[in-house]
């Protein structure tokens, strides 16, 4: 059996109160502080941000963010506690703008950048921005655009009069420094709100449970950066007088990358290390400097770690589970357990305390199925206009995740099953609920049904089933598609649609999403 108390008293370098005596130094800190302390330091004139062909020095990048604060302040009127939209891909810019949002003081609201102005309407009427920050104006629409005012933010790099000196504002830990949105089980995004200090504190988590808080890494950041993951895999390495080699994910660029920046560590979803596994010319390039390869969304088939570790020889692998709402993350399986304990979501991080509870919020014996609830200073402290909903998912503390799991008899988790009707495309996160809102006012879908079903690449892709007064044809699976990319990011809509006559429903007309993952994966539906 493994030992958990030593595994995890090795994380916590035999000092209980490592986080406290980690964060303290930040206790009146905003988060900007952290990442960019080493500006101040010997490490400031080595690269901490690379995007294509510019470098910033620690340096430069920390003058960069406080020169964009105070444009934020000073030229475009941003106050404290207001919210500011960011919707642009990965980037130099995007971290600048992210960071100096909060250094004015202002609420940061990253999008997805793939999301239609139809979805960041509802988001910017629920949060009331006062800016929406973007790389290209030209692709916004009318209608987004008499809802709040745009900024191109490569603007904040300029120099307006007066702005140069404007003061910036004290930012209290406890203020809000960022909102991500998350889809939610009745369909309706929900702002899951986090603070200065949760972000610090799950910096430090996040670095000491996916093992890489030693200094000087250098960090390919391919997975989207408006997600929270960015701060469970990225951010910290700034703050640990690291580099950040950013780009957006392509298999041969990220080869080539890791290759001419001698990258030690990056993170990813599983479909990224399958494409990059089986690139036909992968053997091409230089792998042996990555040391250190952190996962989630899914685990891996065993043949294909093997496979993975003789790609990259040198790095130890990590593979953990967690969500918006907890920070990130909840658990990390170690490297030596990848193996033997395959499917296994691993040990909470330090600072982090799991159980395994039943309907009535009892703790169940190891082995047996339960919600997840989890607690630790880096859990959000609740939803955007949404108290219900605050009060139900955090209850004294815990987190209660919605994930159905076990815990073994090591101490380890592992996730079963979901409560919420989550697909997880690609490292993706998609609520049927929002999907099915979207087509059910379609008038020629009487009843609609959205399930994940099983993908050799992206683990799982969104299925429709759907009822309508007479069988369709590939002509309405055309028209069904184009009604969907008016309303939705293109990774939500269906890429598989079936005909049914009637969906499965309990006695209380609830769906059946069960009985219907069946039918779609027995073949016993007709697809169209």
């Not at 099983?454 to 892709?461: I, R």
Request: aromatic share 8%; charged share 20%.
């Amino acid at each position: 059996m493994i030992n958990a108390t030593a595994v995890i008293a090795e994380w916590n370098a035999s000092e209980e109160d490592w986080l406290a005596r980690a964060v303290s130094p930040w206790s009146d800190k905003c988060f900007p502080d952290l990442v960019l302390a080493p500006g101040d330091g010997p490490a400031a004139d080595q690269p901490a941000v690379i995007y294509r062909d510019k470098v910033w020095s620690h340096r430069e990048l920390a003058a960069a963010v406080h020169s964009a604060a105070r444009n934020l302040v000073g030229w475009h009127k941003v106050r404290p506690r207001e919210t500011v939209m960011l919707k642009m891909e990965n980037s130099d810019l995007f971290i600048i703008a992210y960071l100096a949002v909060h250094r004015a003081g202002a609420t940061a609201i990253p999008l997805n950048p793939k999301l239609t102005d139809h979805e960041v309407r509802y988001m910017v009427g629920d949060s009331s921005p006062a800016l929406l920050l973007v790389a290209d104006a030209s692709a916004i629409s009318h209608e987004l655009k008499a809802s709040v005012p745009i900024v191109v933010a490569s603007e904040l790099l300029s120099q307006h009069n007066g702005c140069a000196v404007q003061p910036l504002p004290q930012v209290s830990p406890d203020d809000i420094a960022t909102i991500f949105y998350t889809s939610g089980t009745t369909g309706a995004p929900k702002g899951v709100i986090h603070t200065h200090r949760t972000l610090i504190t799950g910096a430090f988590q996040n670095c000491r449970g996916w093992g890489y808080e030693g200094r000087g890494s250098v960090t390919l950041a391919m997975t989207p950066l408006f997600h929270i993951a960015a701060h469970s895999w990225f951010y910290p390495v700034l703050a640990n007088e690291g580099t950040l080699i950013v780009d957006t994910f392509g298999t041969e660029r990220a080869l080539e990358l890791i290759t001419r920046h001698k990258v030690d560590g990056f993170g990813a979803v599983p479909a990224m290390l399958l494409m990059l596994m089986d690139h036909p010319s992968r053997s091409a390039y230089d792998l042996r400097s990555i040391r250190n390869i952190r996962f989630g969304a899914s685990s891996i088939p065993p043949e294909r770690i093997s496979l993975l570790r003789t790609v990259f020889p040198n790095a130890r692998l990590f593979h953990g589970m967690g969500q918006t709402e907890s920070g990130g993350t909840i658990s990390v399986l170690p490297d030596e357990y990848a193996v033997s304990k395959l499917g296994s979501s691993g040990f909470p991080i330090p600072g982090v305390s799991v159980r395994i509870v039943d309907d009535q919020g009892q703790v169940v014996q190891r082995g047996v199925p339960g919600e997840i609830i989890a607690k630790g200073p880096h859990v959000m402290v609740g939803y955007l206009n949404q108290r219900e909903a605050t009060n139900r998912t955090l209850q004294d503390g815990w987190l209660f995740t919605g994930d159905v799991g076990i815990m073994d008899d090591d101490g380890m988790v592992m996730i079963v099953d979901r409560k919420k009707d989550m697909i997880i495309r690609g490292g993706e996160n998609i609520y049927s609920t929002e999907v099915e809102n979207v087509y059910l006012s379609h008038p020629q879908i009487k009843q609609c049904a959205v399930v994940g079903v099983p993908d050799p690449l992206l683990q799982e892709t969104v299925a429709a089933v759907i009822v309508t007064e007479a069988e369709p044809d590939a002509s309405l699976r055309e028209a069904l598609i184009a009604f969907g990319k008016e309303r939705l990011a293109p990774f939500k809509i269906p890429a598989r649609w079936f005909f049914t006559s009637s969906l499965p429903c309990t006695a209380t007309g609830k769906i059946q999403k069960q009985l219907i993952r069946d039918a779609v994966s027995g073949a016993n539906l007709t697809e169209f």
